[in-house]
Each structure stands twice: as C-alpha cells, then as structure tokens.
Nanobody, 118 residues
Framework: QVQLVESGGGLVQPGGSLRLSCAAS????????MGWYRQAPGKQRELVAG???????NYADSVTGRFAISRDNAKNTVYLQMNSLEPEDTAVYYC????????????WGQGTQVTVSS
C-alpha cells in the first residue's frame, strides 16, 4: 500500500558527498517519521537518521555533524545529505517510513548501495 523508492546511492571517495532521496507513495498518513537505516555486511541494521513530519530530526552519533536529513511533506520525500563520507559509511541504506498515529506500521524501501572507497 505504501511504496518507498530510494535513489542517489553510488560509489564515492572518502571525503566525498552523496544525497539520497526517498519518495513515498500510496496511502500515507501525514503524521509519520521518515528516515534512513543502513546495514553493512555482517552488521545489524542501524538507524542513521530520522525526521518527524513536524521536522524534528535525530541522528546516530556516528553521523552527527556530517549528515543532514530533511523532508518535503508535500512530496512525501525524505533526503539524506551525506558529507565527509568515510569507508565506515559503506552500507546498504534503507528508507523507512513509520506511521506514528492510529495504526502504527512501518514500511521499507528496497535499499540503495553506498560505497565509500578509495
């Protein structure tokens, strides 16, 4: 019912930047949290950043100061600007939408690969 489509991943050198986008479509309740998780090989999926529909962001300690999350509620789109990328940022990045009111459900994108390598 809700689809999340990510774009913007790719290969970048250390110190470089990427911007991820995730567009949600379908039956989306306006009060929600959208964000990004990532999963590296052999690691658990971890929250990178999230942002409420009211614009309140949260960041993992490892990305604070380097990444910036934003959203366009009119487009149901969330962005992740990633700067000063490090090899440790290499992972599959998954877009997430969590309905925060009424029936609480989560939706996931298919993932987009981010590789930071020299």
């Amino acid at each position: 019912q809700v689809q999340l489509v990510e774009s913007g991943g790719g290969l970048v050198q250390p110190g470089g930047s990427l911007r991820l986008s995730c567009a949600a479509s379908g039956n989306i309740f306006s009060i929600n949290t959208m964000g990004w998780y990532r999963q590296a090989p052999g690691k658990q999926r971890e929250l990178v950043a999230g942002i409420t529909s009211g614009g309140i962001p949260n960041y993992a300690d490892s990305v604070t100061g380097r990444f910036a999350i934003s959203r366009d509620n009119a487009k149901n789109t969330v962005y992740l600007q990633m700067n000063s990328l490090e090899p440790e940022d290499t992972a599959v990045y998954y877009c997430n939408l969590r309905q925060d009111r009424f029936r609480k459900v989560e939706y996931w994108g298919q993932g987009t690969q981010v590789t930071v390598s020299s």
